[in-house]
């Protein structure tokens, strides 16, 4: 049908631009916070772009969500402001008949949102814990930067190196500070190298000063020396904490089904049923009156969108917290969205209002 096919292009058209203008922004606010974490030490600087693109693409179902749903509301709008809709009604077509093409249109997009949410998600959340971790468990010795005072892993050293080669191997004018066993050690040396020995890594002072410092008791010892070997821990290689409930795949939400598990199990089911309701909803908001402006309605539609996607995010900790079960959750927010809106379009469908409900009342009575 000729009015399906313009239907989808102008959909195609105002979807893309959505979709591009959305993507940019939510790029570039992720590259300032990922910025940020490389500044604290929390990411690698080499890999700000995969985070970056990882984080991201776990962002992608809302994104998509709301680009479809503002080209629902924003071709509708406009074939109501231009009259367009005067001709589909005229030819005996309701509403409802839009649903068909729409979700013709819709459906790809749809699928997508719903393979995003339950397996691209958690395994984009799963690679950027992953690359933190692996940068967080680095050497001590790796961490060392010259000019900087630098932490060790397990934060009972502090290491400070004035200038280094251009191996890495070596460095002079090095600072360490330790506290142990109810000891403050600070070591000092003119020059430092490092020494490997089976998997242990030392590194080999010279020409410097130590002083310890008993904790409790403040009693001063202080040395000299031509050459001191002092350990470094390597990576951390223990066992690693459990991932995060986001980092999950979804197999394993359903397999243990803790109030964790469930409530991230809920936001991302809620995902695609959200972006199924939101499609419904575009047809019953998109109704303008020509002389009116479109407006009115593209900020209302804005408005549900926040409100519908700010419960998923409170339906999630709700479930975490036990206040409210998953099943009853999800049937009284999507499916009451859903009942909602179809008794709405079937109200704009068949025109009813409160002075039609009263005269039929009335008759009735009589």
Known sequence: MLF???LRKELARSFGATLVVLVTIVMTMTLIRTLGQANRGSV????ILMVMGYTVLGYLPPILTLCLFIAIVGTLSRMYGDSEMVIWFSAGRGLSALVRPLLGFAWPILAAVAVLALLIWPWANQQTQELKDRYGSRGDLERVAPGQFQE????TRVFFLDKDTPDNKSGKNIFISTVEKGKQTVTSARTGRVVTEGERQFLLLGDGQRLETTVE???LKISEFQELGNQVGGPQ???QDSLPTKARSTALLLVDR???????LAWRIGLALAAFNFVVIAITVSSVNPR???SGNLVF???AFIVYYNLLNLGQGWIGSGRVSFTAFMLVLHGGVFLLSALWLGKQHNNWGWGRIRRTSAGAGA
């Open 292 to 294: 009116a402006g479109r």
């Open 301 to 303: 539609a804005l408005f």
């Open 4 to 6: 399906h096919s313009s």
């Open 152 to 155: 060790s892993a397990s934060g």
């Open 44 to 47: 690698n600087p080499q890999e």
């Open 217 to 219: 008791g403040g009693q």
């Open 258 to 264: 803790s109030r964790g598990n469930l409530g991230e």
């Open 237 to 239: 290689l223990g066992p």
